[in-house]
């Protein structure tokens, strides 16, 4: 499973010699695993350089006697002919190898995003239940029981009397609900919260959220507080891909339309590349296959489209020639604490040149 922490020592990386990235479909529902290693070869085969064969023996190896094929996609790290490091995937990808100065992140960072940790919130009048889903699985639960069922229990009251007290208590216990969701929610430090429950529920609580847990809710959904924590899974998994889906648009159209108007963002390779270097941007927003060749100051990483003689940030004239200027982009962005989205599909970001950029100002 992807972690910040795993793309961040991949970021790290520094090394001189050529770092080899692989991905590679490894659902067995789908096809043998013969078939993988036959991917395995025709995506190395498809590199402009060959791989160094200490390291295509070290993943041929580990594909043979290490890994378990209980994952259904796998990301491979190899350099100076050894394997650095394994990443397990919950889903599968294309098969697809990179050699480059800078490990190929791209797909873990979308894998991030789409498969993150998050919590659940189950409620009903009475009670709470709280989840917390990490690397597509239930890792903890949390169950409380409000005052109000006790006390219902004890009943007695005249009907006027019992609503109205009700009501007190409903309120009462949701109070407290919010105020364990929130608690629970901070102890985990996961920045997303799905909320299931019957709508009037769903509704009162909207208005007493405090805002910093309502910015946390991406999705809402109906059940019973009785729910097993399979549907739970299935249920809030898919909600979160949608949800991602969603935000990704509205970033999308806002970001464009302000490249548009002269705003807050830059649209277009050779722009995002600029700014990303002058210390602008805050996000890349990158369509899932967008590669392109270009050029890099080997003195301070500025990347351009067109090549340069003199570097416009470090008047350097130490230029080269890049491969692929969107990775390292992404490893530039991710270096420097710029968010960096992996946009799937988006028409809208594809016609401005699969790349646009999230000014800071
Ligand atoms: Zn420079």
């Known amino acids: 499973m992807v972690s910040d922490k795993d793309i961040r020592e991949l970021v790290s990386y520094e090394g001189s010699d050529l770092l080899l990235s692989v991905y590679l479909d490894t659902d067995l529902s789908a096809k043998p695993r013969d078939a993988v290693k036959l991917d395995l070869r025709q995506s190395l085969k498809e590199l402009a350089v060959s791989p160094d064969e200490h390291a295509v023996d070290a993943i041929t190896q580990y594909l043979d006697y290490e890994y378990t094929w209980q994952s259904r996609g796998l990301a491979l790290f190899a350099v100076e002919g ?56 239930i890792n903890s639960e949390t169950e409380a029981y409000g005052e109000g069922l006790k006390r219902h229990k004890q009943g007695g009251w005249a009907a006027a009397r019992y609503q109205r007290h009700e009501d007190n208590i409903v309120l009462h216990n949701l109070k407290q609900t919010i105020e364990l969701i929130d608690a629970f929610s901070a102890d985990s430090g996961y920045a997303h919260l799905i909320l299931g429950g019957n709508n009037e529920i769903l509704n009162q609580m909207q208005g007493m959220l405090p805002a910093a847990l309502r910015n ?76 392109s060749a270009g050029y890099e100051c080997a003195h301070c990483r500025y990347l351009a489209v067109e090549s340069f003689t003199t570097c416009p940030f470090c008047g350097e004239k130490d230029v080269q020639a890049v491969p692929d200027v969107v990775n390292e982009a992404v490893v530039n962005a991710l270096k420097a604490e710029v968010a960096v989205n992996v946009i799937r599909d988006n028409r809208i970001l594809d016609d401005s040149g699969g790349i646009a950029a999230v000014l800071r100002y």
Do not use: C, M
């Not at 729910?227 to 509205?250: K, N, W």
């Not at 277009?268 to 210390?279: I, N, P």
């Open 82 to 137: 050894r394997l650095w490091k394994v990443i397990t995937l919950p889903v599968a990808v294309p098969a697809h190898s990179s050699l480059a100065k800078y490990p190929y992140v791209r797909p873990l960072v979308d894998f991030r995003d789409r498969y993150g940790d998050y919590n659940v919130a189950i409620i009903d009048r009475e009670s709470v239940r709280l989840f917390s889903v990490s690397g597509g699985k």
């Open 216 to 291: 946390k809710v991406v999705a809402e959904f109906p059940a019973d507080i009785r729910i097993s924590q399979q549907e739970i899974l299935a249920i809030t998994q898919e909600l979160l891909a949608l949800s991602d889906r969603e935000r990704e648009e509205h970033l999308v159209n806002d970001t464009i339309t302000a490249a548009s108007k002269g705003g807050a963002g830059v649209r277009g390779l050779a722009d995002s590349l600029y700014t990303l270097r002058e210390g602008r941007a805050r996000q890349l927003l990158i369509s899932t296959y967008l590669e």
